[in-house]
């Protein structure tokens, strides 16, 4: 596939997205993850939220341009995804299927080139949806929209149009999304060379509602080992993380969210343990 182009659409604002959410949970969370010597990657999960406890065992496997994933959990869902590049040069096609909920299957085609992204959904019923997506630009500046149409009804389920520029030691991203009804600006810096340390603001304007969010954080790496990452928004939500690396590839995170201007309430906690043997 072609490299050093602007990405997909749905990368403008994710450093800033990821800073802000990944890893932070609420739930107890235990993963084991195995590899075969016939090169398939296995991967049990147990979740346990409030007092409901679920599962699932899902399956990698990658030959030559094509890899294949599928899961099945504690509730019979089945689900499988295949993913192959270059089936015509600088693509890549995304097919996911589900057992019993059929109608949430679809096919996506991706094609990269050095100054454009474009994407093409379609889902795999009768009256299918259509999601497109273009993104234009180079790796330290892109310009992208993408829009959603329903056979069905005829309407448009989405339309958002989003603006990014990276630079080595920064990232910054402007998200015009629900259709018009909200504006999203973020900024990322990171503070080291490894990008391990880093600090975010991002602000949401929602103008149905005149609603604004404020939101500040980031990550610090303590050593090599260990990571700590926090946020604050304007209506007092705090969280906090702890992420250890206990061996090799298997990794202790500990997660915790207040409401500074409610003490009185229980705070939520969440442990995840996932180990690689």
Known sequence: MSKGGPGLFSDIGKKAKDLLTKDYISDQKLSVSTHSYTGVALTSTAVKKGGLSTGDVAAQYKYKNTLIDVKVDTESNISATFTVTDIIPSTKTIASLKYPDFNSGKVEVQYFHQHATLTTAVALKQTPAIDLSVTLGAPTFALGAEAGYETASGTLTKYNAGISVTKPESSASIILGDKGDTIKASYVHHLDQLKRSAAVAEITRR????????????????????????????????????????????????????????????????VALALKP
Request: hydrophobic fraction near 35%.
């Open 207 to 270: 103008f149905s509602t005149n609603e604004n969010t404020f939101t500040v954080g980031g990550s610090y790496a303590v050593d090599p080992l260990t990571v700590v990452k926090m946020r604050l928004n304007n209506h007092g939500r705090l969280g906090t993380l702890l992420q250890h690396e206990l061996i090799p590839k298997s990794v202790l995170t500990i997660s915790s969210e207040f409401d500074t201007k409610a003490l009185d309430k229980t705070p939520r906690f969440g």
